[in-house]
């Protein structure tokens, strides 16, 4: 099997930091405004948004609450696993309500985060699309009774 080779990592310079800083506080900022605090026009910060989003660095999207659009039952679900690690949690990347596939040290080769209508629909996606997969030997479920924070306003370093 031939290794996948990652692209190049992009060099971000003070002002795209800037720029995405500005996204983190505010994903629908204007361009204007954004140029304006980085000191640029809104034509150059446009391209610059889409240089980003294009190369992958940025994605640029609306974060719900799961309970407030029907989902009300999430859960992160360690998994023990033998075999291509990366192949599995591709695999796992596949499952529809999987929304957070890593591959870990420690406890648990892979952690999954799912997002389900209720208690009957987390059962049907651990029971047929999780534990049938070749590779997975155990699993564990966390199951989120309250979601406390969760930010994305990190900034950049």
């Known amino acids: 099997m031939v290794e996948q080779r990652k692209p ?3 060099v971000l310079d003070d002002v795209s930091k ?3 800083e500005q996204l983190q506080e505010d994903g629908r900022r204007p361009y204007a405004a954004i140029g304006k605090a980085v000191g640029l026009s809104e034509a150059a910060v446009r391209q610059r948004v889409q240089r980003l989003v294009e190369s992958g660095v940025v994605q640029i999207v609306a974060v ?3 309970l407030q659009v029907g989902f009300s039952r999430q859960a992160m679900i360690g998994i023990k696993a033998e075999g291509d690690l990366q192949a599995l949690a591709d695999r796992f990347a596949g499952i529809p ?3 957070y596939v890593v591959v870990t040290a420690g406890a648990f080769d892979i952690l999954v985060e799912v997002v389900c209508e209720d208690d009957e629909h987390l059962l049907q996606v651990l029971n047929n699309a999780i ?3 070749p590779g997975v ?3 564990e479920t966390f199951v989120y009774l309250k979601l406390r924070k969760q930010l994305y306003n990190w900034g950049t370093r």
Request: charged content about 30%; cysteine-free.
């Open 97 to 99: 309500e999987v929304d």
């Open 64 to 66: 719900t609450d799961p």
């Open 18 to 20: 800037g720029i995405i």
């Open 131 to 133: 534990r049938t997969l």
């Open 8 to 10: 190049p990592p992009v």
């Open 137 to 139: 030997r155990t699993t």
